[in-house]
T-cell receptor
Framework: GNSVTQMEGPVTLSEEAFLTINCTYT??????LFWYVQYPGEGLQLLLK?????DKGSNKGFEATYRKETTSFHLEKGSVQVSDSAVYFC?????????FGQGTELSVKP | DAGVTQSPTHLIKTRGQQVTLRCSPK?????VSWYQQALGQGPQFIFQ???????QRGNFPDRFSGHQFPNYSSELNVNALLLGDSALYLC??????????????FGPGTRLTVL
């Protein structure tokens, strides 16, 4: 079946630190992969996506590469800011519905 | 360009009651999906509508039903509410799979509390 596993949080970093949030998936076929971000009290915002193997999605300094050989889609950012504090969800999309991981809470301290 | 809108923002109901949540999709989108997000969890897929029909359904009981209108807006109905139905209900819109859509855009959600 299809599933997504994310590293557990919370992750606490100092401002300007390097961020990695691990995401691995199990899927039949080759679904699109997504990262969504959820700020406190809000809905989900699309952060980035990749539609096929070796694609790199990027947005607002965040990047993730669709790795078929390791079934991974790790989220990275070179220098985090306090405003990046949020919950991050990795998701895959088999046949039009989204399957989410459990989310990773990121807290960035000044 | 209006994004996805949902109403109401918050709702409090008691066990056994029925509730209706509403969603208007992003301009140009014809497909609406509903998700339930329990506290501290990732969203769970409830069902998806396009062309006014339910096209896919997740692992939710028949107490959860929906509807899509000709203008593509949608309703989620939950009957015989249980305490466990307390959650954030998220609506997402996209282009239909036939239209090549695979990216879903979310509304702000409706926070349902069942007492």
């Amino acid at each position: 079946g299809n599933s997504v596993t994310q590293m557990e949080g919370p992750v606490t970093l100092s401002e300007e630190a390097f961020l990695t949030i691990n995401c691995t998936y199990t899927a039949t076929g080759y679904p699109s992969l997504f990262w969504y971000v959820q700020y406190p009290g809000e809905g989900l915002q699309l952060l980035l996506k990749a539609t096929k193997a070796d694609d790199k999605g990027s947005n607002k300094g965040f990047e993730a590469t669709y790795r078929k050989e390791t079934t991974s889609f790790h989220l990275e950012k070179g220098s985090v800011q306090v405003s990046d504090s949020a919950v991050y969800f990795c998701a895959l999309s088999p046949r039009g519905k989204l399957i989410f991981g459990q989310g990773t809470e990121l807290s960035v301290k000044p | 360009d209006a994004g996805v809108t949902q109403s109401p923002t918050h709702l409090i109901k008691t066990r056994g009651q029925q509730v209706t949540l509403r969603c208007s999709p992003k301009s140009g989108h014809d497909t609406v999906s509903w998700y339930q997000q329990a506290l501290g969890q990732g969203p769970q897929f409830i069902f998806q509508y396009y062309e006014e029909e339910e096209r896919q359904r997740g692992n939710f009981p028949d107490r959860f039903s929906g509807h899509q209108f000709p203008n593509y807006s949608s309703e989620l109905n939950v009957n015989a509410l249980l305490l466990g139905d307390s959650a954030l209900y998220l609506c997402a819109s996209s282009l239909s799979p036939r239209g090549g859509g695979d990216t879903q855009y979310f509304g702000p959600g409706t926070r349902l509390t069942v007492l």
